[in-house]
């Protein structure tokens, strides 16, 4: 794998070489043009030879029903075909499309797929779609750390204009949740890894994305492949390509005039924003502001320094959430911990949230932190 880059070296390296397939009912390329991001056309793609470059392939109709079984077998690379079936085809390696396509990711390339493609992961992994679904707007959790940092909310809405998308069933082995469905928990996008390589999937896509938040939050996902085939994270990635510093604190959230600039959620509740504190018996705190509708994780690395390497193996990766409702309560919830919260000395490791009042007591993981949190 390729080592994170210090700031000394930062920036001076290429990005990898990327292509796109034709616009569909996705256009990822325009989102690129946008960016100034150069790319070609899956056409001149030889993905045996793309070690860690970058393929992103656009949801199309004629990825359904199967259009992979149906077309996925090598033709001569003579026939007479648009860019789309040509790498359906798999006419540049002679094989077919979904071998091609996990061989290059094996090779430690980088993807993203979106909604009607999906249908690839699924001849190569353990992939699969719930496609009985209909057009809608979904309130959704964004459960990634570094894309709710960089747009400044946990929480934003999707708008899904196509019947039949792409909803994930069941995920390839190791993947990380990327946005959640916030009522019913589904999965709407996730990452990844496969063999030495990354894969992306989302299940909506560009065209039907309109607000500021949500072309921020398109440009932010096809930019972790590339964060990932370069070994850098998503903040020095979008550095290097908008060549912007992001500064703590800052989001991307693009302004009319297309800059970035640094804003504050404005859910319109007239709520005012949540700080809390979280004083670690013995070890300092841990500080943060929420936003009505936002939700912050805690686990073991927030309490790196502030509790002993000993006690703090016990506490899960991602051990509660704290969320600021929109109507002004701030509640806490286990998020499935190994070994289990106490709020004010009861269990509340089912996962149901619990109101959390100023100077309420918190137990991780059987007393291997004891905190006690202030909310103003």
């Not at 994930?168 to 928990?185: E, H, I, K, V």
């Amino acid at each position: 794998m390729v080592e994170h880059m210090s700031q000394e070296d930062f920036g001076a390296y290429n990005l990898p070489p990327i292509c796109v397939s034709e616009p569909g009912y996705d256009d990822m390329g325009e989102i690129l043009d946008q960016l100034g991001v150069s790319h070609r056309g899956i056409d001149q793609a030889d993905l045996g030879s793309m070690n860690e470059g970058v393929v992103m392939v656009n949801c199309d109709a004629k990825w359904r029903d199967g259009a992979i079984g149906a077309l996925g077998k090598a033709v001569d690379a003579a026939v007479d075909a648009s860019s789309f079936e040509s790498f359906i085809m798999g006419a540049a390696s002679g094989s077919s499309v979904s071998n091609s396509f996990d061989e290059f990711i094996n090779g430690g390339g980088a993807a993203i797929v979106t909604d009607y493609a999906g249908e690839l992961l699924t001849e190569f992994t353990a992939a699969s779609f719930d496609t009985s679904t209909t057009n809608k707007t979904v309130a959704a959790s964004v459960e990634d750390s570094e894309l709710s940092d960089l747009l400044g909310t946990n929480q934003i809405d999707i708008e899904f204009d196509l019947a039949g998308w792409y909803k994930p069933q069941s995920t390839p082995r190791g993947s990380t949740p990327l946005l959640r469905d916030a009522t019913t928990g589904d999965l709407l996008a996730y990452k990844f890894p496969h063999g030495s390589g990354d894969i992306v999937y989302t299940a909506f896509h560009n065209h039907a994305q309109a607000t500021q938040v949500e072309k921020a939050l398109l440009k932010l996902l096809l930019m972790i492949p590339i964060a990932e085939t370069t070994g850098t994270d998503l903040k020095d990635t979008y550095t290097t390509i908008t060549g912007e510093t992001i500064k703590s604190g800052d989001t991307v959230i693009q302004d009319t005039g297309g800059s970035s600039m640094t804003t504050t959620t404005d859910t319109g509740t007239g709520v005012e924003r949540a700080s809390i504190q979280l004083d670690v018996a013995g070890g300092g705190s841990v500080d943060k502001q929420l936003a009505p509708g936002d939700r912050a994780r805690f686990g073991r690395q927030d309490f790196a320094g502030h509790v002993s390497d000993d006690q703090r193996k016990y506490i899960s990766g991602t051990h509660f959430e704290i969320c600021h409702r929109n109507g002004g309560n701030v509640e806490i919830c286990d998020t499935d911990s190994s070994n289990g919260t106490q709020l004010n000395g009861r269990d509340i490791s089912d996962g149901e949230p619990r109101e959390l009042s100023d100077g309420a007591e918190l137990s991780l993981a059987d007393g291997s932190a004891n905190i006690v949190v202030w909310v103003s």
